[in-house]
């Protein structure tokens, strides 16, 4: 054909025209309506319940909202709410008959019922049934109880009344469908975040999960009820890290009916700054998570940085810039937020989200309404805490000054000497702050294998006296103890330095880039998994033939990807967790830093080593949407990475991955 289309002979008319009735449009497309076939789809169905669940005790209705899970994958959501009317609905169907099986039918699109629902599109309930094997509903109303049960989607039992109950409340089980969602299984320590969030954004709220393991030794069942509200949610996020001050930061605005009638978005919030780098803000709109944020978070961000710039001006914290013929100094949102951990909840009529999932929120309005209150609510408690505020706002002018001086120091870097991207406080603070959990935030680094491996490559004699530079606490130089006569450690960060003494001989604080003793020092140096982290690690090695004595032996360790197809794919996971990470070494690369630093007689030994992937990346440095995106990555994960690079996803979603671990041993020519 001239235009360059491609002919074809299916004929497109009034016969291809296919109309799906009933629920056949859920099933055949799933994840237009559950975001994904996987373990995320299952788990928005158990949300879905949930909410429903949920908005009874928003209206003051509940207060015990229980969940289990069986060993078969089977869900259970229970409530003591008023329980669903079980009256004949002008169709002819009972009314829970036909709020799960016809979409877009519930009791959220009008004025009454719920003031400020979680649920709005009329679809939670009838998606569950339409992607469920096995559905089953429950009723406890008006003195009776009343079931029905249903089987993708169609009805398998009538909803009747099967006996006298005077309690009440809603009871719903499900088995998401084998046939749609195949093996997977929602994770239950999602659901029991989930329950954890509400008991502290609900009070009065009981929240109870039920886990049944392979084994009747296996159950676990857990209980959350709070009366911290957000202040003990931001305080439980904040974990163990250094707190900048002591007590959480609370804003409660109740809002107010508008001129027009409408009402003004409710904003509650809790704001505790650390010491760490990352930011942590976890919003909720109507109770319902958006861990994409949207208008709310986007308000609360640009209240935080404004109200800390105007505090910094208001108190002269701020550098005026005339002197220097510089414009006047300012504090980045990205600043005001470093080390924050946050908690926003925002309760609206009639909130608009970005599709079913409601992972963000669209309203401009109640980014407007946020950012007001917050602003004014954290200006007012810094001027009433002003030794607390210099902490908070000081800390955010030293990030600001910070970054400018990364910045600056890069455009010298063409011009300049390397040394001014090492930026070596930022190293100091960051492995000061991992030590007080070292051991415990990686598997191989106290690896018995691994570590044999090190200590036993030595070819050194029984008197030798080794160095093990960036010894971190010391393990790798303590694997050379009883087949060397002296080991010395050297480390940049003082906190490192203390726990290495527990281990080497003697520990000297110092900058492997200018290692602080004289040529021809050591018969022997070793190292481990230091140099992904350092730009130009040429320099260092450099430095560590310097300090070695002709013929002396250096054993180095280091992680390296199993081929050039999974390096890449393994540098976005490893950049996301550590982001000092600069070199994506891989076996080549490291033969060759070796041999142009002037080493020979190169030899090698390997070690897989298994991580716990959930451990490994819950260390302060690593973000909460930084590790959601980590687990992206391996439950995304190419094929062609996965046929190189082994690792494992449990049915509980746990990840282990499998790391390729090189020992390299040379010397220094004679």
Known sequence: MSNGTTSTTTAYNADSIIILEGLDAVRMRPAMYVGSTGAAGIMQLVIEVLQNALDEALTGHASILTVSVDRDGRWTVNDDGRGMPVDQHSSGRPIPEVLVSELHAGGKFKDGAYRLPGGLHGVGLTCVNALSAEFELEVRRDGGRWQGRWAAGRRAAPFVRIADDSTS?????????????????????????????????TSGLTCTLTVEGPGDQDHRTVRFSSDEGLAGFARWLAGHQELVHAAPIVVHDVGAAGGSGQDIPEVDAALLWTRAFAEDLVCFVNHVHTPLGGAHADGFRAAVGHALTRYARESRLLDQGARHGEPEERIDGSDAMEGLVAVLSVRMRDPHFEGQTKTRLLDDAAGRVVEAAVGAALSAWLRANPVDAAAIVGRAIEASRARLASRRASERARYERVEHLVDKDIYRQQFGIRSKNWHTSADWITNAGLLGLHGGSSQMKEDAVVLDVCCGSGVVGNSFKGKVGRVIGLDLTPEMVALSRTRLDEVVQGDVYDIPFPDNSFDGVCNREVLHLLPQPERPLSEIFRVLKPGGQFVVGQWVPFSAIDGPWMFQVVKK?????????????????????????????????????DNWIATWETPALHRHQIRDLYNHCPAEVRAVHPFEISPTGAIRDCWRWVIYSVFKPE
């Open 577 to 613: 967790k550590q982001p000092l990470f600069v070199n994506n070494l891989y076996d080549e690369d490291m033969r060759a830093l070796l041999s142009g630093a002037g080493f020979i007689g190169l030899t090698t030994q390997e070690f897989l080593q298994w991580e716990d992937i």
């Open 169 to 201: 409340g809603t009871r719903v089980m499900f088995l998401p469908d084998p046939a749609i969602f195949g093996v997977e299984r929602a994770e239950p320590q999602a659901v029991e975040r989930w329950l954890r969030s509400q008991s502290w954004l």
